[in-house]
């Protein structure tokens, strides 16, 4: 079993970045596909982007598609998700994600989640 906890939340000004950050204990990262989620106030949770479990394969939504990057550092355990260009939109708690098959992922239907990290994106 998987423990994954974020950091890097914060207040950011529109066009602003941050890169939050999912520590990993109890497995490697390498052992899972990595997924980010977000859920703003009064919405439900959405899929931001996930990495397969070799780390070869990222895919986004397509609002964060160009903007939004998502990395791995086995050495750290951690993956992270780095922001650029954030709008008011973007504005959420942000979840880190994990599942040994990456299918799951990809449908948002992880076995492992963070605690959040709130992100707000001031205009």
């Known amino acids: 079993q998987v423990q994954l906890v974020e950091s890097g939340g914060g207040l950011v000004q529109t066009g602003g970045s941050l890169r939050l950050s999912c520590a990993a204990s109890g497995r490697t990262v390498n052992n899972y596909a990595m997924g980010w989620f977000r859920q703003a106030p009064g919405k439900e949770r959405e899929f931001v982007g996930h990495m397969s479990k070799s780390g070869g394969d990222t895919a986004y939504a397509d609002s964060v598609k160009g903007r939004f990057t998502i990395s791995r550092d086995s050495a750290k355990n951690t993956v992270y998700l780095q922001m650029n260009n954030l709008n008011p939109e973007d504005t959420a708690v942000y979840y880190c994600?994990?599942?040994?098959?990456?299918?799951?992922?990809?449908?948002?239907?992880?076995?492992?989640w963070g605690q959040g990290t709130q992100v707000t994106v001031s205009s």
């Open positions: 994600a994990a599942s040994p098959q990456d299918y799951f992922i990809r449908v948002g239907r992880p076995q492992y």
